[in-house]
């Protein structure tokens, strides 16, 4: 247990110094929103299933009125939470490239291509100005991350986003280059996920919080259920202003108002329900840009070759089989092989298009050699 003295013509050999803990320079991933990712992206892809099949069912428009409210803007929350360190540095710069400039032009040509194939929409042809279906996530992403600084310096940044957002819903001559509006009317979700701090989540996952969400979550269908027939799913798209959708241009920023504090309330409902704790499926919230992008390819070939033509599927039962074949899709998509086969897409290096940052070079001379990058966690 004690060392013992050293005998007479011995010295004593130097005591090593502890064991370390394992590295900590490299960031230990959060389970609590792995969990939360693949959760909400588990959604996003059920309510894309639903859109087939709704018009049968009052009860499935609830739902994917209700699963729309707040599935996405939980995930551009996060997303803006783990975009709080962004700032002009080169190296962020590239990967903001990398990681998001570059799967959008991949993944928007391949789109566009699939959709001429296979497709049955007018529109032909690639263009990288007018996001098709899913790329709209990442169009905004590169510019809501670019104007990150700013949102970082502003006295006032959640009023201000959201006063552009209320702008926005009244401004139908807005371009649809890289679908601006949507990407303004989603804004104020990205800019409070740049507020939040670890401990406003800690607040959210308590037991009290657990057991309020029960009564919310089920007023909230029961509301849900009874205005679906007298309701415009257009604002939970947020693409177009209030005038586009036949509403009194004071509807935009009334509605504005109430979907934001709906989708924080829902958010935060669904938050207090995600484990903390490692789970089966925690892995698969580091691959759901892989999920959101590809289940979409899946998604609109089974709608072009009228897979959803079959009488049975609208019925209760076939409503939960497609529920089930798009969660077992997505769930798939999100995994460790198929991360790797698209990792050239998702996460291209690309070294060879990217000047060496001089400060970095200085700082790696200093250190004796490249030092390693510490891993981000992902936003998608």
């Given at each position: 247990?004690?060392?013992?003295?050293?005998?007479?013509?011995?010295?004593?050999?130097?005591?090593?110094?502890?064991?370390?803990?394992?590295?900590?320079?490299?960031?230990?991933?959060?389970?609590?929103?792995?969990?939360?990712?693949?959760?909400?992206?588990?959604?996003?892809?059920?309510?894309?299933?639903?859109?087939?099949?709704?018009?049968?069912?009052?009860?499935?428009?609830?739902?994917?009125?209700?699963?729309?409210?707040?599935?996405?803007?939980?995930?551009?929350?996060?997303?803006?939470?783990?975009?709080?360190?962004?700032?002009?540095?080169?190296?962020?710069?590239?990967?903001?490239?990398?990681?998001?400039?570059?799967?959008?032009?991949?993944?928007?040509?391949?789109?566009?291509?699939?959709?001429?194939?296979?497709?049955?929409?007018?529109?032909?042809?690639?263009?990288?100005?007018?996001?098709?279906?899913?790329?709209?996530?990442?169009?905004?992403?590169?510019?809501?991350?670019?104007?990150?600084?700013?949102?970082?310096?502003?006295?006032?940044?959640?009023?201000?986003?959201?006063?552009?957002?209320?702008?926005?819903?009244?401004?139908?001559?807005?371009?649809?280059?890289?679908?601006?509006?949507?990407?303004?009317q989603f804004l104020p979700c990205f800019v409070l996920g740049l507020c939040l701090k670890p401990e406003h989540f800690q607040r959210v996952r308590t037991r009290a919080m657990r057991i309020?969400?029960?009564?919310?979550?089920?007023?909230?269908?029961?509301?849900?259920?009874?205005?679906?027939?007298?309701?415009?799913?257009?604002?939970?798209?947020?693409?177009?202003?209030?005038?586009?959708?036949?509403?009194?241009?004071?509807?935009?920023?009334?509605?504005?108002?109430?979907?934001?504090?709906?989708?924080?309330?829902?958010?935060?409902?669904?938050?207090?329900?995600?484990?903390?704790?490692?789970?089966?499926?925690?892995?698969?919230?580091?691959?759901?840009?892989?999920?959101?992008?590809?289940?979409?390819?899946?998604?609109?070939?089974?709608?072009?070759?009228?897979?959803?033509?079959?009488?049975?599927?609208?019925?209760?039962?076939?409503?939960?089989?497609?529920?089930?074949?798009?969660?077992?899709?997505?769930?798939?998509?999100?995994?460790?092989?198929?991360?790797?086969?698209?990792?050239?897409?998702?996460?291209?290096?690309?070294?060879?298009?990217?000047?060496?940052?001089?400060?970095?070079?200085?700082?790696?001379?200093?250190?004796?050699?490249?030092?390693?990058?510490?891993?981000?966690?992902?936003?998608?």
């Open positions: 247990m004690f060392d013992a003295a050293p005998s007479h013509g011995q010295t004593r050999a130097p005591m090593r110094p502890p064991a370390q803990p394992p590295e900590r320079s490299a960031r230990k991933r959060d389970s609590f929103f792995d969990n939360a990712k693949y959760l909400a992206i588990v959604l996003v892809a059920m309510g894309h299933s639903w859109e087939a099949l709704y018009s049968d069912s009052r009860i499935l428009r609830a739902l994917y009125i209700f699963v729309y409210t707040f599935h996405m803007p939980a995930f551009i929350i996060i997303s803006g939470y783990f975009s709080r360190s962004f700032d002009i540095r080169p190296d962020r710069l590239k990967r903001l490239i990398t990681g998001v400039a570059v799967p959008y032009v991949v993944f928007e040509t391949v789109y566009s291509l699939f959709r001429d194939h296979f497709g049955q929409d007018s529109e032909t042809g690639i263009t990288l100005l007018d996001p098709y279906f899913l790329c709209w996530f990442l169009a905004a992403l590169f510019v809501w991350r670019l104007t990150t600084p700013l949102w970082k310096v502003v006295r006032q940044p959640l009023p201000l986003a959201l006063g552009i957002a209320m702008l926005a819903t009244v401004s139908p001559a807005i371009s649809n280059d890289l679908d601006f509006q949507r990407l303004l309020a969400s029960v009564p919310v979550v089920a007023g909230a269908l029961a509301f849900a259920w009874l205005v679906v027939p007298h309701l415009n799913f257009g604002w939970f798209y947020r693409r177009d202003a209030a005038q586009e959708m036949g509403a009194p241009w004071w509807y935009g920023p009334l509605m504005t108002l109430a979907l934001f504090a709906c989708s924080v309330v829902l958010t935060a409902c669904f938050l207090a329900w995600v484990p903390g704790r490692r789970m089966w499926f925690t892995s698969l919230g580091t691959g759901t840009i892989c999920g959101y992008l590809l289940h979409g390819f899946v998604l609109k070939y089974t709608r072009w070759q009228g897979w959803y033509d079959a009488h049975w599927l609208h019925t209760p039962l076939g409503a939960i089989l497609v529920t089930s074949f798009a969660v077992t899709v997505v769930t798939v998509l999100c995994t460790a092989p198929v991360r790797r086969v698209f990792r050239f897409v998702m996460e291209p290096k690309m070294e060879w298009a990217f000047k060496k940052d001089p400060a970095q070079q200085a700082r790696e001379r200093q250190h004796g050699g490249p030092k390693q990058p510490v891993p981000e966690k992902a936003g998608v």
